[in-house]
């Protein structure tokens, strides 16, 4: 089962909840006061220890350490490719001009897939991967695209120390980017992008319901379907 914890700032005693979610269960600990003070440290204990005896073994809180959180970064590099449309359109590009760059450690399912749907949008590509030439021949003999070695108008960044769309690690934050799902109602203090994170890991929801929301409020509805190219 699945829980978290969420701080208010009035009362005296922990406060326990069961949500229900789309035949999803939750349990959910609210906590009076404020985090990372010592009685702050000692309530978070007790909410634990309790969450955990009532079958609690995951957390959406990716911030509590000796806790199993429920990572998010899978999801967001599934998602790279709506998000690189939403950062395009905060800036005023249109695809069909832009050049997106991915950087990357190694040629995974995430980079193919994001390279594969933004091959048929985007004026061209530039891959900063070792290794890529296999991909980057792939997806100029089938979609007849520019894959360049540098150089783009939005950087997406899958790993390493580049500067970019951060979308590295276990809980990638990109900055000015949130993701949501209008056919799930959530409860308004939980973590949204674990929470959708484990509904797509459990197959309640899937990649095209959710929104990738930039700051400015665009959004990207939808993932556009493209054939895998193999990895």
């Avoid at 594969?116 to 900063?128: E, F, N, S, W």
């Amino acid at each position: 089962m699945i829980g978290y914890l969420v701080w208010n700032a009035g009362g005296w005693r922990i406060r326990y909840y069961e949500e229900e979610i789309n035949g999803v269960r939750f349990l959910r600990a609210e906590l009076p006061g404020i985090p990372d003070t010592a009685r702050g440290l000692r309530l978070q204990r007790r909410a634990l220890e309790l969450l955990r005896r009532n079958g609690v073994s995951r957390f959406l809180n990716a911030d509590i350490s000796g806790t199993l959180s429920v990572p998010t970064g899978p999801l967001w590099r599934s998602l790279a490719a709506p998000l690189a449309l939403a950062g395009l359109a905060i800036q005023g590009i249109s695809p069909a001009n832009a050049l997106v760059s991915l950087r990357a450690g190694r040629v995974d399912r995430s980079v193919v897939t994001c390279c594969t749907t933004l091959a048929t949008t985007v004026r061209a590509l530039a891959l900063d991967i070792p290794e890529c030439e296999g991909l980057t021949w792939a997806l100029q003999r089938r979609f007849g695209i520019p894959v360049l070695k540098n150089g783009g108008d939005l950087a997406l960044c899958f790993s390493g120390t580049e500067s970019g769309i951060d979308l590295r690690g276990d809980t990638p934050q990109p900055a000015g980017f949130s993701l949501g799902c209008p056919s799930l109602t959530l409860p308004e203090d939980c973590p949204p992008e674990p929470m959708l994170a484990y509904f797509v890991e459990q197959g309640v929801i899937h990649l095209p319901d959710i929104d990738v929301v930039a700051a400015a409020r665009k959004t990207v509805p939808e993932v556009l379907e493209q054939p895998s190219l193999p990895v």
